[in-house]
């Protein structure tokens, strides 16, 4: 019996030693990400210290007029400026909530896809929609003008031939549509690569799920409706809580290649703003100033959506 227990108690710190072990060499396996996390994502927030000094580039900061919540208060207390930012404020959140309403394209996408049975027809369509995604949005702008330029564009050119217009029509220079221009942009570049994620999680759904639906009689559409689904759900919720929180991040590169001084006003979205305002008018005080309200609404939106997921569906993601 003693014999017995002493052997167990052997066995039990034999395991509890491996447990230990397999904690550091993950501890060690994760510290170098870790380490880029904090250059990267951490130890810039040291910038933010110019939100409250009135810096001008040249002049060390130790030099220069600490301000401080001059820069968040001119956001609200200047009427000109109030209406500045109510303007960016409003072009970020329409193509911020078109991009939401359009992120089920890629599910849809995703799950046509996997239903097609020629499966050299479904790698050549996955690779060709996923291509644009590495394409640069400097490229992107180049393929629209040439496709839209008011010289000699293939849009022009096409509706001039077939005599449904008389003049050429200046389409990057529309202030009137883009919102909806930018995010079918958007859209033509992230479908095939945002449908991948989707189409993994297709392919973890248990086959026995299909064979039961098909015992039971349920068609293809059935099948899609009853079994896939509510297989990606989950994967879709956890991908619309990282869009909401990143809501008010709209990029920077695609509206500054395609903005100019016809769209400006409604194509210059928070990120943008910023960028003009620190590296235009070098003002980089109110640039970080914007930048961290934009990081605080950001944080803000992305508890909101996990209290909202966590309260409807029962998960989260934090």
């Known amino acids: 019996m003693s014999a017995s227990l002493t052997k167990t108690a052997d066995s039990a710190l034999t ?6 072990k ?7 396996m994760a510290l170098p990400f870790l380490v880029l996390v904090f250059l990267f994502s951490y130890l810039p927030l040291y910038g933010w210290i110019y939100a409250f000094y009135d810096y001008q580039p040249g002049i060390p900061l130790a030099n220069t007029d600490f301000v401080g919540l001059q820069w968040f208060t001119a956001m609200v207390s200047d009427q000109v400026q109030r209406a500045e930012m109510f303007r960016v404020l409003r072009n970020t959140f329409a193509i911020s909530s078109l991009g939401i309403v359009t992120s089920i394209l890629p599910v849809i996408f995703a799950i046509l896809l996997t239903e097609v049975r020629n499966s050299k027809f479904k790698r050549i369509v996955q690779t060709l929609t996923t291509l644009p995604n590495f394409i640069s949005w400097v490229l992107v702008y180049s393929f629209a003008f040439m496709l839209f330029s008011v010289n000699n564009g293939f849009f022009n050119h096409l509706l001039m031939s077939l005599g449904w217009i008389s003049s050429p029509t200046n389409i990057l220079a529309d202030d009137n549509h883009v919102w909806l221009a930018m995010t079918l942009w958007g859209v033509w570049k992230g479908l095939g690569w945002g449908a991948i994620m989707y189409i993994a999680a297709i392919t973890s ?7 039961a639906a098909r015992v039971d ?4 559409f059935r099948q899609i409706w009853h079994v896939t ?5 989950p994967t879709y919720f956890v991908l619309l809580i990282l869009s909401i929180a990143n809501f008010i991040n709209n990029g920077l590169e695609q509206f500054f290649v395609f ?22 008018n070098s003002n980089f005080g109110f640039a970080t100033a914007v930048s961290i309200m934009k990081s605080i609404v950001s944080l803000f939106l992305l508890f909101a959506a ?3 997921s966590k309260l409807i569906r029962g998960q989260s993601i934090i």
């Open 229 to 233: 689904v509510p297989g990606i759900i």
């Open 15 to 20: 395991r509890k030693r491996f447990q230990i």
């Open 205 to 211: 759904i248990d086959s026995e799920l299909y064979e």
């Open 22 to 28: 397999d904690k550091y060499t993950l501890f060690l």
């Open 217 to 220: 009689g349920a068609n293809r």
């Open 306 to 308: 996990n209290g909202l």
């Open 259 to 280: 903005a100019n001084a016809m769209n400006m006003n409604h194509i210059e979205v928070l990120d943008l703003y910023v960028y003009n305002i620190g590296m235009g």
